[in-house]
Each structure stands twice: as C-alpha cells, then as structure tokens.
Antibody, heavy 121, light 106 residues
Framework: QLQLQESGLGLVKPSETLSLTCTVS??????????WGWIRHPPGKGLEWIGS???????YYNPSLKSRVTISVDTSKNQFSLKLTSVTAADTAVYYC?????????????WGQGTLVTASS | DIQMTQSPSSLSASVGDGVTITCRAS??????LNWYQQKPGIAPKLLIY???NLQSGVPSRFSGSGSGTDFTLTINCLQPEDFATYYC?????????FGGGTKVEI
C-alpha cells in the first residue's frame, strides 16, 4: 500500500531555509501520470498549494511562492524534497506532501500525515 | 488564480441531518472540482472528484454535483464521524486553489 511520510526540522529561524523530504513507500515515485506535491496549512487559515514535481524532475510552483521555493526529486531514494528560503512567521504551517493524479494540479487522493514547521527565533 | 468561495463557513447540525455545502468558482472550471474532508490533526481526505465521482471507500451518503462555477457537496444522514471541515479544490488550472472551508459542527 502506497504511503507518504514527511520528515525534516520542525523549527526554523526567520530568514533561514525550511527543508522537508517526503518518502514514498509501497510503490515507485516514477509511476507514470503521478505528480508529487507539497501543500501547507497555516494555523487558522486555508490550504495552500506550494508546488509539485514529476519523476523526470520537471517542477511546477505556485507563483505566490515561486521566488523562494525549490522542489526536487531523488528517484533512487524514492523521495522528493521541498526547500523554502527566507522564511518568516507567515510560513508557519503544517506541511503535507501528496500525490496528484493526472496533472501537476490534479486531485490528491493520497497525503502524508503532515508535519508542523514553526518559523521562530 | 481561480478563487474558490465556500458557504457557509460553518454550520451546526445533528446526527441524522442532511447538509449541503456550496462552492463557487470565480470562473468556469467545467467539472474539475474536488471535495476533501479534514479532521483536526489529520491530513485532508479526498471524498469527491470531478464534481460528482465518489472516491473509492467513501460512504454513499456523500454526493457532489454541479458544473461551471457552482457546486454542492451533500451529506445525507450525518454520522458522528462526519463532523469535520470540508474543502473544495479546483483542478482546472494551475495553481490549484482551495475554498476557505466549511466546518460542520454538532
């Protein structure tokens, strides 16, 4: 059964870089037609799509975050990663990885459990 | 970006009630509309995709309808486990965007 698991530091200082990794288990990250994405949920606010990537390495980003975001994939480890630079308190959120179906912005039927990242000194 | 607006933002209901949540897109999105359920501390769960298709394993008391700009999620005969927050999401164009959520409370 395919599963996703986020990992990374839960506390990041303002102006530093947030780094998270999502490990795909029970299946291959190189599955045709599957895109791997990051979504965040700030406390008290709505869900926000950060971006997604195909196993080939082609990445897609939300224009609102594009200048600060890099998403990469490591097929040998069955992992994909998120880096968000110059974080501020506004980046405090639960970060989820998820699998998109059909396109890089398609429906998401599989999610990781989420990890809370707090931007604070 | 396509803006998604949900109403109401919250509602109170009882076990056994039927409820309807609406979602409006700022432009036509055909049927590229998905619904998710989220409970505190748990990742969102896909309920309905392409406006009216029930995701595998989701109880049949959940149903979706609509196309273009106006969509509804209906829950028939609310069960205790249905008290949660519901989000719509458009997958018509990038970036995918979510509604603000509807909290279904007892």
């Amino acid at each position: 059964q395919l599963q996703l698991q986020e990992s990374g530091l839960g506390l990041v200082k303002p102006s530093e870089t947030l780094s998270l990794t999502c490990t795909v288990s029970g299946g291959s990250i190189s599955s045709v037609g599957c895109y791997w994405g990051w979504i965040r949920h700030p406390p008290g606010k709505g869900l926000e799509w950060i971006g997604s990537i195909y196993y080939s390495g082609t990445a897609y980003y939300n224009p609102s975050l594009k200048s600060r975001v890099t998403i990469s994939v490591d097929t040998s480890k069955n992992q994909f990663s998120l880096k968000l630079t110059s974080v501020t308190a506004a980046d405090t959120a639960v970060y989820y990885c998820a699998r998109h179906m059909g396109s890089h912005y398609g429906r998401m039927a599989l999610w990781g459990q989420g990890t809370l990242v707090t931007a604070s000194s | 970006d396509i803006q998604m607006t949900q109403s109401p933002s919250s509602l109170s209901a009882s076990v056994g009630d039927g409820v309807t949540i609406t979602c409006r897109a700022s432009q036509s999105i055909s049927s590229y509309l998905n619904w998710y359920q989220q409970k505190p501390g748990i990742a969102p769960k896909l309920l309905i995709y392409a406006a009216s298709n029930l995701q595998s394993g989701v109880p049949s008391r959940f149903s979706g309808s609509g196309s273009g700009t106006d969509f509804t999620l209906t829950i028939n005969c609310l069960q205790p486990e249905d008290f949660a927050t519901y989000y719509c999401q458009q997958s018509y164009s990038t970036p995918p965007t979510f509604g603000g959520g509807t909290k279904v409370e007892i």
